[in-house]
């Protein structure tokens, strides 16, 4: 079985020792409890590791007092707390430790950042480090596999995506049953306890109307009427699904410029895998008629997954004019812009649109495509 080490865990492990919450945040099934596992094992100190889907361990944090922590934690330099966002009022619960237990650690996991991020995020202020777990990332599957593996198993990736377990399946219906099995046990298992989501049959269709209109524009008006439901319901699922970790939003970038579009939206997933699953369509790349779609899908999202473990504050965006003109992916970097045209094959003919240019002339413009993707990542 192949160990992929993960690329937050060094970043992690440098925090260890320096009085902080470290929040890790990801859908189910993408690795951090093993993620956590690692770090506990490798660390010299003495360290507790709980789960708070175990009610024991729910009950025992619910005493909100410094002696009670104390008492649990002992001489614990490390404390571990799988599943976070269960905990009713985590972020009081952790400020409450860390602020009055000065050699102690914190890193908890969460797979919605609705309840983690947002229970925990306020109280923690300047107290806490987030980070992002996402499904296997080029540069961590480059770590195992070799440039002939990579590019071997390249059209793999693009149907069945990269979550971790997957590498321990061989057969491909064994991949499509573990990817449609993860949806249906655990993907959306956070999103409908939320709030007591009733309608889960509109938000699966929605996600399906997603999937097929991945990178493209999408109205929410219409949305609406395909899914009959308010545009304000359809607006609060797609947020919703962003805090779970399955799709997420790029907005059209714009200075307000002479006829760019301004308030438009597409939609992508963090995983090609899912996305196949959701529209339950694993064929063979030579069959199928969205691949540059998937392509598109892949290498924004590996692109995210860079940019994210790196620590760079880089914003991303798509482009656009009412003269058709478009760019597939900017980055914004401090202000300074790269552009990107993504293409499965070819970059030979693929100039920057003539009215981006004269708009932003100081920004860099490629075409990434399966001859230069993997200096990109």
């Avoid at 306890?193 to 991945?214: M, N, P, T, V």
Wanted: proline share 2%; hydrophobic share 40%; aromatic share 10%.
């Amino acid at each position: 079985m192949k160990i992929i080490k993960r690329q937050i865990e060094e970043h992690v492990k440098g925090l260890i020792g320096k009085n902080k919450v470290i929040l890790i945040m990801g859908t189910r099934r993408v690795g951090k409890t093993v993620l956590i596992k690692s770090i506990k094992d490798n660390f010299a100190g003495k360290s507790l590791m709980l789960n708070a889907e175990d009610f024991d361990v729910r009950e025992i944090l619910a005493l909100r007092t410094v002696a009670n922590y104390k008492r649990i934690f002992g001489e614990t330099t490390l404390v571990i707390i799988d599943e976070a966002q269960v905990v009713s009022e985590i972020g009081s619960i952790l400020k409450l430790m860390i602020d009055n237990i000065p050699k102690l650690t914190i890193i908890a996991t969460g797979s919605s950042s609705f309840d983690l991020a947002n229970k925990a995020g306020e109280p923690l202020t300047g107290r806490s480090e987030l980070f992002n777990l996402y499904p296997l990332s080029y540069t961590e599957i480059a770590g195992v596999e070799n440039a002939l593996e990579i590019r071997q198993n390249l059209e793999d990736r693009l149907i069945f995506g990269s979550y971790p377990e997957l590498y321990q399946l061989s057969d491909l219906s064994e991949k499509s049953r573990y990817l449609k099995n993860l949806i249906q046990s655990y993907l959306l298992k956070d999103i409908l306890a939320f709030e007591g989501i009733q309608q889960s049959d509109k938000l699966y269709k929605l996600l399906r109307l997603i999937a097929y209109q991945c990178g493209m524009e999408v109205s929410y008006n219409e949305l609406s009427k395909q899914l009959g439901i308010s545009k304000n319901t359809v607006e609060k699922y797609l947020d919703l699904l962003t805090k779970v970790f399955i799709i997420y939003k790029l907005e059209a970038y714009s200075t307000n410029q002479r006829k760019e579009v301004t308030k438009s939206s597409k939609w992508y997933f963090f995983d090609n895998g899912i996305r196949n699953a959701i529209i339950n369509d694993f064929r063979l790349i030579t069959l199928r008629n969205d691949i540059g779609m998937l392509w598109e899908n892949y290498l924004i999202a590996e692109r995210i997954k860079k940019n994210s473990y790196e620590r760079k504050n880089v914003q991303h965006y798509f482009w656009r004019n009412y003269n058709q003109q478009e760019i597939d992916l900017i980055e914004n970097d401090n202000g300074t812009l790269h552009a990107y045209e993504i293409k499965y094959s070819g970059q030979n003919k693929v100039k920057v649109p003539p009215a981006f240019s004269n708009f932003y002339p100081d920004a860099s413009f490629d075409v990434i495509s399966r001859d230069n993707y993997e200096d990109w990542l």
